[in-house]
């Protein structure tokens, strides 16, 4: 089993930032961390995440967004520039044993951090 619990959501104006992070303990290796977020009415999609050592974005966050392991604090973090009013939905710190590209793939999920972006 692996526990996530995100923190760092909140409020902020278009062109400011905001750093989330995800505490990561647990007794199952996975392979793949990262962030999935939604919005009300949409489906939830993949925003950033690790695998094997190399970063994966989605192409609305690339450029903007920074995903990023730290293994002495066991977290995974992603690091938002540049926030648009399109960025605002609810994050969710993702796991997966093989895989976290898609929703299929995820085993595990934090509970989710708001993020709201005003214009």
């Known amino acids: 089993q692996v526990q996530l619990v995100e923190s760092g959501g909140g409020s902020v104006q278009a062109g400011g930032s905001l750093r989330l992070s995800c505490a990561v303990s647990g007794n199952t290796f996975v392979r793949c961390m990262g962030w999935f977020r939604q919005t009300p009415g949409k489906e939830r999609e993949s925003v950033a995440f690790?695998?094997?050592?190399?970063?994966h974005y989605a192409d609305s966050v690339a450029g903007r967004f920074t995903v990023s392991k730290d293994i002495a604090r066991n977290t995974v973090d992603l690091q938002m520039n540049s926030l648009k009013s399109e960025d605002t939905a609810i994050y969710y710190c993702?796991?997966?044993?093989?895989?976290?590209?898609?929703?299929?793939?995820?085993?595990?999920w934090g509970q989710g951090t708001q993020v709201t972006v005003s214009s």
């Open positions: 993702v796991a997966g044993v093989w895989s976290c590209s898609y929703e299929r793939d995820v085993q595990y």
């Open positions: 690790v695998h094997g050592g190399n970063t």
